[in-house]
């Protein structure tokens, strides 16, 4: 009779079961938030990654594709049909144009292409730099960008590539060779010479810089070609 009733005692009670149930949910909410948490973070530290990768990148790319600069003539319409000569290389402090053999498409390997930059406004304020790239064949493929002398200013397109977003501003300067004294030439504003300057300069600052990004830098690229543009080469066996 003892034994039955001590079997019928046995169990777990209500009041139990629900002190399990709660302790359950209590530690799979702990659980969620700890993941919840581990994710938010995940996620901030991808995006910190990916934006200090871009400024890399296009600090990259500025370098290769000013460094990769050709000194190349070009045809330009002018007035009544007529259609001179100018050298490609030709900037002002929102623009350049330059027939470069590094590009985005095709990298160090393919064929020259000319480039554009410009500074453009941004979505949401501030400015934008981009660059487009179309493919040199000779000095009459840049008679659609110039015009009695002068370039054209750059129009962004869809496949206008952005190097660099929401800045607080963006320039080009162009430093004057001085021959026997590189570091002497002051910095111009805009360049239309027929000679090539011993450096190009970008200027770029954020408009909210992020102490916890890595930060824009302005981006020096020396010039090392100090032929003539207009000279002719002369091939000898």
Not at 42 to 61: F, P, T, Y
Not at 71 to 83: I, K, L, Q, W
Not at 173 to 180: C, F, H, K, N
Not at 195 to 222: C, F, G, K, W, Y
């Amino acid at each position: 009779m003892r034994s039955a009733r001590k079997q019928r005692q046995a169990g777990v009670t209500l009041i139990e079961l629900m002190i399990a149930i709660t302790l359950v949910a209590a530690i799979s909410t702990g659980m969620l938030m700890a993941m919840r948490t581990s994710l938010i973070t995940l996620e901030k530290v991808d995006a910190r990654l990916q934006s200090n990768r871009r400024v890399m990148g296009a600090e990259q790319i500025l370098a290769r594709q000013i460094g990769g600069l050709m000194p190349v003539m070009g045809d330009c319409a002018g007035s009544g049909g007529a259609v001179g000569r100018f050298p490609v290389f030709n900037g002002t402090a929102q623009t350049l144009h330059l027939v470069s053999s590094y590009s985005l498409s095709e990298g160090a390997r393919g064929y020259p292409h000319v480039l554009e930059f410009q500074v453009i406004p941004a979505d949401g304020g501030g400015w934008r730099l981009i660059v487009n790239e179309y493919l040199y064949g000779g000095p009459a493929s840049t008679i659609p960008f110039c015009l009695n002398g002068v370039f054209l200013p750059v129009q962004a397109k869809p496949e206008s590539f952005v190097l660099a977003d929401r800045l607080a501003y963006c320039r080009f300067l162009y430093r004057q060779r001085i021959p026997g004294a590189p570091a002497a030439g002051a910095w111009e504003t805009i360049w239309s010479d027929i000679s090539l300057p011993a450096a190009v300069r970008i200027e770029m600052e954020p408009l909210r810089p992020d102490p916890a990004q890595l930060p824009l830098v302005n981006v020096t690229v020396p010039i090392h070609i100090t032929r003539e543009v207009g000279s002719a080469y002369a091939d000898t066996l």
